[in-house]
């Protein structure tokens, strides 16, 4: 919570709410050992399962913190109500008509498709391909171009498209990721 205010003073009402969490999870540090009781202290690297996005960097360092990330995953409102429509309990949580017209506007209501940081699949029986939209947030107008770096999880063939994404301060761009199950996977 104190890292978010500081970021929300650093940054006076030029960021959208979304942008805060985005900023802290894409620029944690990853690395981090498991230490709990059924591993031997310290002797395995830890999974976003143990770790979630990893540890907050928060102080300044040459390539980047939570408070210069580069680049942010933006989401409102609207996009977490049709995260929600495609929820198979969401229990009348969002009107079933306005879930209607969302569709119709061509937004996804596949809460897979939710712009986040982080990819959350339920059920993956062969392949799904996801949709993100990244924001630029870097100083300047000058092109920033950034390379997908994929480390897939045993049994998943993960790709990403385009593999190279640009983009200037306050633009956007676009990629999508598909995971798909392959012979070898076990459940």
């Known amino acids: 919570a104190g890292l978010a205010a500081g970021l929300r003073q650093r940054h006076q009402g030029s960021w959208q709410s979304s942008w805060f969490k985005s900023a802290m999870m894409t620029t944690a540090r990853n690395g981090i050992r498991n230490d709990s009781a059924s591993q031997a202290p310290l002797s395995v690297l830890a999974t976003p399962f143990d770790v979630g996005a990893g540890q907050i960097v928060s102080g300044e360092r040459?390539?980047?913190?939570?408070?210069?990330?580069?680049?942010?995953?933006?989401?409102?409102?609207?996009?977490?109500?049709?995260?929600?429509?495609?929820?198979?309990?969401?229990?009348?949580?969002?009107?079933?008509?306005?879930?209607?017209?969302?569709?119709?506007?061509?937004?996804?209501?596949?809460?897979?498709?939710?712009?986040?940081?982080?990819?959350?699949?339920?059920?993956?029986?062969?392949?799904?391909?996801?949709?993100?939209?990244?924001?630029?947030?870097?100083?300047?107008?000058?092109?920033?171009?950034?390379?997908?770096?994929?480390?897939?999880?045993?049994?998943i063939k993960v790709t990403v498209n385009p593999t190279t994404i640009s983009c200037v301060r306050l633009g956007t761009a676009d990629f999508t990721v598909t995971f798909e199950v392959t012979e070898n996977t076990t459940f």
């Open 62 to 155: 040459a390539n980047g913190n939570s408070l210069k990330p580069g680049i942010v995953y933006a989401n409102s409102l609207i996009d977490h109500q049709a995260a929600l429509c495609g929820e198979p309990n969401q229990a009348g949580l969002v009107d079933p008509a306005f879930c209607a017209s969302l569709e119709a506007g061509g937004m996804s209501t596949d809460p897979s498709d939710l712009n986040l940081a982080s990819i959350g699949i339920a059920e993956l029986v062969s392949s799904q391909t996801v949709h993100r939209t990244v924001t630029c947030t870097g100083p300047g107008n000058d092109l920033r171009t950034w390379n997908a770096k994929v480390k897939a999880p045993p049994g």
